[in-house]
Every structure is written in C-alpha cells, then in structure tokens.
C-alpha cells in the first residue's frame, strides 16, 4: 500500500505562483512514475505533468508548458509542482499519483488508468 498526500494548494490571483507538493510513502518511492492531474467542475480529470523515477525525464501538458515544472526528491519522498504564471482556468482539484509499473526504461506514463495510489487532492483556486 501505498499513500500519497498532496499539500500546498490555495487561493492566489492570477499571474501568482504556488508550488504543490506531494508525498508518498514507501521504501521504494525512487522506482515510481509520479503525475500531476487535475479536475476542473463538469471536467473530466486530465493530466497536467509526469516525470520519470530519475527525474530526468518529464512531460507537460500543453496548457501548461512554460508555466509548470514537474520536479521530485527521491531522498524524501516527495515530488513537487511548481506553478506560475497561473491563469482562472487553472482553477481545479490537483492530485497527484504514484504509478508502480516497472518500466525497462526511464519512462513515465500520462494514461490516467496506468497509475495506482492516489492522493485525495488539494484545491487551487485563481482568481481574476
């Protein structure tokens, strides 16, 4: 089993930042693909960014690129979401996700059904 907890979401006006964090639990934190989703009302849940175990490799979704960075410290368990520049319609339930798949290479995966703890969300709200 494994638990993941998401933290450091809020209230913030457009143009600010926030950085989300996220940990997960397990000795082996270092082997799992992490992703950050998102889930804006009558929205179905999408991802916004994933990264490799390494952390070397990672991947954004276009709505976001340039603006967030998707990083991970293997050392205490916790991947991060850096977020600028942020815009309303960044407005929704941000969850993160551990996907356990052994993957042959330094891969991550942005299918929402390869991924299997995940967090309960943190609440990013962007006013204009």
């Known amino acids: 089993q494994v638990h993941v907890v998401e933290s450091g979401g809020g209230l913030v006006q457009a143009g600010g930042s926030l950085r989300l964090s996220c940990a997960a639990s397990?000795?082996?934190?270092?082997?799992?693909?992490m992703g950050w989703f998102r889930q804006a009302p009558g929205k179905e849940r999408e991802v916004v960014a994933a990264?490799?175990?390494?952390?070397?490799?990672?991947y954004y979704a276009d709505s976001v690129k340039g603006r967030f960075t998707i990083s991970r410290d293997n050392a205490k368990n916790t991947v991060y979401l850096q977020m600028n520049s942020l815009k309303p319609e960044d407005t929704a339930i941000y969850y993160c996700?551990?996907?356990?798949?052994?993957?042959?290479?330094?891969?991550?995966?942005?299918?929402?059904?390869?991924?299997?703890?995940w967090g309960q969300g943190t609440q990013v709200t962007v006013s204009s």
């Open positions: 397990g000795p082996t934190f270092s082997t799992y693909t």
């Open positions: 990264i490799s175990r390494s952390g070397r490799n990672t």
């Open positions: 996700a551990a996907d356990l798949t052994t993957y042959v290479n330094d891969i991550y995966s942005i299918d929402l059904g390869e991924y299997d703890y």
